[in-house]
């Protein structure tokens, strides 16, 4: 018996389109974060980047539970004194919708080079068209998983 150990060379990324209507948004950010994550795969190693690209749509259309709407509070700084900035989540989902989701996934994966790389492979769009048609047939074993 040997153990298997995941190569690079094995890797073969797929595609999933997920759309974001109507779903809660820590439910979607967990289900988008395990696809990128590669978790869902047997081969899945933690020192290489085992996930999947992955194309969310109707970002525009997420909810939240209770009051969260309106307690929610997103802060970012400029790093002058003073340059604490808020930005509730119904604001930040009016101006920025796909920083919504892209936040709530950055939280989920390892806050390092291969989560940085990670990140790279998550797409995010406000509304129901993306430009990623084509890369569907390049992923070899690969297309595009509809969720």
Not at 110 to 136: C, E, F, I, W
Request: aromatic share 6%.
């Amino acid at each position: 018996m040997k153990t298997y150990s995941t190569k690079s060379s094995d890797l073969t990324p797929q595609w999933h389109v997920i759309d974001a209507s109507g779903k809660t948004l820590g439910r979607l950010a967990s289900e988008v974060a395990t696809l990128l994550l590669g978790k869902h795969k047997p081969i899945y190693t933690p020192h290489l980047n085992t996930g999947d690209f992955v194309i969310v749509v109707n970002a525009a259309k997420v909810r939240v539970t209770g009051k969260k709407a309106q307690q929610k509070v997103y802060h970012r700084h400029s790093n002058y004194p003073g340059g604490l900035k808020s930005t509730t989540f119904a604001k930040m989902l009016e101006t920025h919708p796909t920083r919504v989701i892209e936040s709530a996934v950055k939280g989920m994966i390892p806050h390092n080079r291969l989560g940085r790389d990670m990140m790279s492979r998550l797409k995010v769009y406000a509304g129901d068209t993306h430009p990623h048609q084509a890369q569907a047939g390049k992923a070899e074993g690969g297309g595009v998983v509809e969720r």
